[in-house]
């Protein structure tokens, strides 16, 4: 496998050698994925078991026991293992498919930005963790415990692990995606596409598309959306205050005016 070379940026790329790069990055991540797939399979118990710890134990005279999921077909063992797998492998990948998108796009950026886009390579993989974990102690156990106990005299709760893999998976998912909120619009405002002030004139707009993405994620409690637009709130604020930062670094780089004679 050839590895990804990092390009410099007065570096001059033919179609078909920026193609190549891109390749050897995207290879890159599915030999990362393929190998995280492998381990998540093979420690696919050890994690359903850690994912089921929100749940209360069905198990009577057991409470301390595991989660005893429902299993409706034969196949329903190996499927919900994969899932663990794939979802769990995603996770785990995503820091490095985030550091190998900066590594293809940073040469685009003049050499002089370098310096300030750096970060992102510590920023987007923290971010992003952050994210997870917040998302795994302060949104999964309040939005399980909400939906397990909706109705609860009218309803006897017995689930399917593929089901419940894939809700926490992808909120996890989802929230270590959305806590890059500030990478990006670090990003943007290099780019000179986001101001602050674009930010200030629009912020209403703003508030409304927070809450429709807050809805759009994988919870759909009303628990779980006041957790997740909270946070949201504050990343668009933080994302604003980077944003200020940024221009006024930009300023402080550019040279004042020639004066008029």
Request: glycine share 4%; proline share 7%; charged share 15%.
């Amino acid at each position: 496998m050839a590895r990804a070379r990092r390009v410099k940026p007065d570096e001059q790329l033919t179609l078909v050698e920026h193609l190549d790069e891109l390749r050897s990055r995207i290879i890159v991540v599915l030999v990362v994925l393929t190998v995280a797939i492998a381990v998540c399979f093979y420690k696919s118990e050890a994690i359903l078991n850690f994912l089921s710890s929100p749940l209360p134990s069905n198990t009577p005279g057991h409470p301390d026991a595991a989660y005893r999921f429902l299993a409706t077909s034969p196949l329903d063992g190996i499927l919900t293992s994969i899932s663990i797998a794939i979802y769990s492998a995603l996770l785990l990948t995503m820091p490095i498919a985030t550091y190998q998108l900066y590594a293809f796009v940073i040469p685009a950026f003049a050499e002089q930005h370098h310096k300030h886009l750096k970060p992102l390579v510590m920023m987007i993989p923290a971010l992003f963790v952050c994210g997870v974990i917040f998302g795994w102690y302060l949104v999964v156990p309040p939005a399980i415990t909400f939906l397990v106990t909706f109705n609860q005299q009218a309803f006897d709760y017995n689930l399917r692990a593929k089901d419940y893999i894939q809700f926490v998976l992808l909120t996890l998912l989802a929230m270590g995606i959305v806590f890059e909120m500030p990478a990006v619009m670090l990003v943007l405002a290099r780019l000179r596409i986001m101001s602050s002030a674009l930010m200030r004139r629009h912020w209403r707009i703003s508030i409304v598309v927070l809450a429709v993405v807050a809805m759009l994620l994988p919870g759909v409690d009303p628990i779980s959306f006041i957790v997740e637009f909270i946070p949201l709130l504050v990343l668009y604020g933080l994302s604003y205050f980077i944003v200020v930062a940024v221009e006024r670094a930009r300023g402080a780089d550019e040279p004042d005016p020639e004066p008029l004679t």
